[in-house]
């Protein structure tokens, strides 16, 4: 038996090596190893050494009575919010009809909701106290990469697969199926780990570009640490795998994220004569111009139809066909986003006509069919089957009509209200005091950026990629132990 002075020297070691497991796991967002149904597709692996971080955590607490030091700033917000759905979920369902739909009752809908919540708690929790000093930082910054980069180069693959065909394609799809649930099979463009394009962009975004656009105008490696020996090698390096896996992706959303962000943060570089930095985001940005013309060359990732048609819809260059063809179904076919706007249109309606408390957490898709714009019923922008349309109003299809959007769930669902809530502990865990240095304030303006950019296109709780930058971000701020105060 380990000594009493062995044991919590123990603990830490383990706890480290999980911590090294959850990080490295985060772009496998939707593991077949949990298996929570057809309609749920977040499904992150790092769950596992999640678990096992809070299990030791709890024994921390509960039998050495070791308490986690620093944990007070921004988890009452977050107790502040679910108790908020919780009630406000509780008081709107009770005064509902009991109506099943897609499987569930309202009441069902909400307690889903508020598991996935608490999932997502749990991984900042634990990110909390794993982020204890300026190596951990380091660390997490270094391991988030490596992770991204195995599953970026998964994507590479794919995108070969794709161009070759034939047996080559039919191994990578099996290998994709061992990795992640999906909505269909490689088509034209890849989605390394995750289960699907879009994805694999968003992780870029949130968990890749921050830490290099960081790098880029401050000239620093981490915080507190100047540039080291090979810096704009390394540099040159993350910025072409970061494109790399965007082009691979072929997210149309993805592409003018990064666009938008590159431009955002070379207009504050300048603004700040951060010039070399600035110019160093511009060149990326051509690079990965660049990117997309020799990808449209192959037909797969950014060169795909799904990404090249809208661009040839607003050039005037793209052939839909004979005369007379209608021009929605022009527009539909190269934009392909008809659902998604009916969706985002559905859930503005549905905040106006709640707009303090909205219709309760996670019940939000069952009240699609009330508040779809008309066109969607009576033109043919609303057609694109099973996935998109005609399933969410099915009561027995799994798919859902919510917008996929965090901004429009949080305002349709919880109203103003918690929205205001969810929104200032955002803020606070990014902003909470004076930058330490040029790393900090373009590493946090950055993963701000990269965030807000990240909800309009995706809006789960339960994605570790989510908390994990909100974390880093709070470690690095002076309130926090993790990095001593001068």
Known sequence: MPSTLELPARLASL????????????????????????????????????SALLLLALFRMA????????????????????????????????????EIFKGQSPFGSLIRAL??????????????????????????????????????????????????????????QIITDLVAVHYDGLGSRAQGMTFEPSWLATQIIVLVMPALIARAISRQDYVGVAAGRGFSRNLAGGFALALAGLLFSGSRFGIACVVGMLV??????????????????????????????VMSGLGAGAGAAYVVGPVLYVTGSADFGEQGED???????????AGRVAAVQAAGKMWLDHPLFGVSLGNNYRYFGAYAPDWAFTSQLFTQGAKEGVGWLDPQSPEKG??????????????????????????????????????????????????GFSFLNQDTFVD??????????????????????E
């Open 15 to 50: 706890e480290r090596r999980l911590w090294i497991c959850l990080v490295l796991a985060v772009p496998v967002s939707s593991t077949p190893l949990l298996d929570l149904g057809s309609g749920t597709l977040a499904r992150p692996l790092a769950a596992f050494p999640a």
């Open 63 to 98: 039998v050495l009575r070791q308490r986690p030091c620093g944990l007070g700033a921004g988890f009452p917000l977050l107790a502040a919010f679910t108790l908020y759905a919780v009630v406000s979920g509780l008081v709107f369902v009770q005064v509902r009809p009991e």
């Open 115 to 172: 598991l996935t919540w608490l999932v997502g708690v749990a991984f900042y929790f634990v990110a909390r106290t794993q982020l204890r000093s300026a190596a951990d930082i380091r660390l997490t910054i270094r391991l988030l990469f490596y992770g991204m980069a195995a599953s970026i180069a998964f994507a590479g693959f794919q995108v070969f697969a794709i161009i070759e065909r034939g047996d080559v394609l039919r191994i990578a």
């Open 264 to 293: 955002l943060c070379s207009m504050v570089a300048i603004s700040r004569g951060r010039a070399l930095g600035a110019a160093s985001l511009l060149l990326a940005l051509i690079a990965g111009g660049g990117g997309v013309v």
């Open 327 to 337: 021009v929605a179904t022009g527009v539909t076919e190269a934009l392909a986003v």
């Open 402 to 451: 919510n917008a996929k959007n965090l901004f429009l769930r949080l305002l349709s669902e919880t109203g103003l209200v918690g929205f205001a809530i969810l929104a200032w502990f955002f803020l606070r865990q990014i902003f909470a005091g004076p930058a330490r240095d040029g790393f900090h304030a373009y590493f946090r303006f950055a993963t701000a950026a990269a965030l």
């Open 464 to 485: 570790p990629g989510l908390w994990i930058p909100l974390a880093l971000c709070f470690a690095m701020n002076p309130i926090s132990p993790a990095i001593p105060s």
